[in-house]
């Protein structure tokens, strides 16, 4: 399979613990996107890398989100002191230089 | 990043032709129309994306008026397996993507 994928598909996780997602891009797609989805939503843009650059971050990211992509390959997501606000489908896309999209299967959390 | 407006849901029978029209009046001149459909659980899949005309691929149609204000995704003889939500998006295609709350289509057998 050659599309992106992310892990863990679904966590579980109690209020105030910190928790990390993997995204791994299509292969040699430069651009790595973060949105996050609630019920019933679309998807909300989070921030974007081109490479290993982060040029974009949303309001929506607070400061106990960050964002990484070393080396321009996968990106992880880290969530600290998780609310149960942060519950939501937090999805990954990736797309080569100016062009379409392409999204992940997503990481669905759930904060007890 | 122009607005778009689509309806809220839609119903069909199988074996229909089901168009979704998406409004969009603030389109610029460098704005790209992309409709996406997203079953749930999973990411969005993107489906089509056109400038201006029409664009067929195998799985839709996309027309796009002259005046490129709104937009008719058209999906032939629709089955079960079409139920989902579809989302148009308007936008610069090197910029982030923002999603409305999509058109929900219920496919009846």
Known sequence: ?112 | LAKTTQPISMDSYEGQEVNITCSHNNIATNDYITWYQQFPSQGPRFIIQGYKTKVTNEVASLFIPADRKSSTLSLPRVSLSDTAVYYCLVGDITDKLIFGTGTRLQVFP
């Open chain 1, 1 to 112: 399979d050659t599309g992106v994928s992310q892990d863990p598909r679904h966590k579980i996780t109690k209020r105030g613990q910190n928790v990390t997602f993997r995204c791994d891009p299509i292969s040699e797609h430069n651009r790595l996107y973060w949105y996050r989805q609630t019920l019933g939503q679309g998807p909300e843009f989070l921030t974007y890398f081109q490479n290993e650059a982060q040029l974009e971050k949303s309001r929506l990211l607070s400061d106990r989100f960050s964002a990484e992509r070393p080396k321009g390959s996968f990106s992880t997501l880290e969530i600290q002191r998780t609310e149960q606000g942060d519950s939501a489908m937090y999805l990954c896309a990736s797309s080569p230089w100016e062009d379409t999209q392409y999204f992940g299967p997503g990481t669905r959390l759930t904060v007890l």
